[in-house]
Antibody, heavy 116, light 111 residues
Framework: EVQLLESGGGLVQPGGSLRLSCAAS????????MNWVRQAPGKGLEWVSA????????YYADSVKGRLTISRDNSKNTLFLQMNSLRVDDTAVYYC?????????WGQGTMVTVSS | QSVLTQPPSVSGAPGQRLTISCTGS?????????VHWYQQLPGTAPKVLIY???NRPSGVPDRFSASKSGTSASLAITGLQIEDEADYYC???????????FGGGTKLTVL
C-alpha cells in the first residue's frame, strides 16, 4: 500500500525557517519524482516544487524560488522541503504527492502557519 | 490566475448528470500530458477521482468518468448525490513551467 506521511509543520514567525518531511512507503521511492503542493486557507491547490527520482533535478514555482529548497534521501525514502525567509502568504497546508504507474497519491498534509 | 480554467461553481439536482470542464493550453493538456481529477471535502486532503485521463482508483463509483480532447478535459458525474457536494480540481503537467498545474477548483452544489 502506498503511503505518504508529512511532518514538520507548525507556527513560525515571518522571516523564519521550517523543514518539512514526507516519509514514503509502498513503492520504489527512487524510481519516481516527488512533488510538494500547498493550499492556503480557503484557496485552491498550488504546485510548489518537484524533484526527480535521482534528486538531481529540482523545479520550483516562481512564488517560492530562492526561498524553498526541495531535496530527498533515497536511502531513507524521505522527501524534504527546506523553507527559509518565510512570509505570511506561505501559510498553507503542505502536501507531498507523486504520480506512480498505478495512480496519483497524496499525503494528508501538514499545516504551516507564518504569523507574528 | 490558474493555468487550467474551471468554472467556479456548478449545481444540479439529485439524480441529474453534470459536467465540469477544464481548459488548458498546448503546453499542458494539449501536449497530451495526463489529466487527473480530485474531489476535496472541507478540511480534508484531495481525493483522487480520476487519474491518467480516465482511470478510476478502486473504490471510486463508476458514476464518475472523464474525457479529454485537444486542450480541454471534462469530468462527468451521473446520478448526482448529496454526498457529491465538494470542491473539484483538475490537474496536469506543464512543459513550460516544468511542474504540475491545477484548475482553480469548482464548487459543486447539490440542490
Amino acid at each position: 500500500e502506498v503511503q505518504l506521511l508529512e511532518s514538520g509543520g507548525g507556527l513560525v514567525q515571518p522571516g523564519g525557517s521550517l523543514r518539512l518531511s514526507c516519509a514514503a512507503s509502498g513503492f520504489k521511492f527512487n524510481h519516481y519524482g516527488m512533488n510538494w503542493v500547498r493550499q492556503a486557507p480557503g484557496k485552491g491547490l498550488e504546485w510548489v516544487s518537484a524533484i526527480s527520482g535521482s534528486g538531481n533535478s529540482p523545479y520550483y514555482a516562481d512564488s517560492v524560488k530562492g526561498r524553498l529548497t526541495i531535496s530527498r534521501d533515497n536511502s531513507k525514502n524521505t522527501l524534504f522541503l527546506q523553507m527559509n525567509s518565510l512570509r505570511v502568504d506561505d501559510t498553507a497546508v503542505y502536501y507531498c504527492a507523486t504520480n506512480l504507474t498505478q495512480g496519483v497519491f497524496w499525503g494528508q498534509g501538514t499545516m504551516v502557519t507564518v504569523s507574528s | 490566475q490558474s493555468v487550467l480554467t474551471q468554472p467556479p461553481s456548478v449545481s444540479g439536482a439529485p439524480g441529474q448528470r453534470l459536467t465540469i470542464s477544464c481548459t488548458g493550453s498546448r503546453s499542458n493538456i494539449g501536449a497530451h500530458f495526463d489529466v487527473h481529477w480530485y474531489q476535496q471535502l472541507p478540511g480534508t486532503a484531495p481525493k483522487v477521482l480520476i487519474y491518467g485521463d480516465l482511470n478510476r482508483p478502486s473504490g471510486v463509483p463508476d458514476r464518475f468518468s472523464a474525457s479529454k480532447s485537444g486542450t480541454s478535459a471534462s469530468l462527468a458525474i451521473t446520478g448526482l448525490q448529496i454526498e457529491d457536494e465538494a470542491d473539484y480540481y483538475c490537474q496536469s503537467y506543464d512543459s513550460r513551467l516544468n511542474g504540475w498545474v491545477f484548475g482553480g477548483g469548482t464548487k459543486l452544489t447539490v440542490l
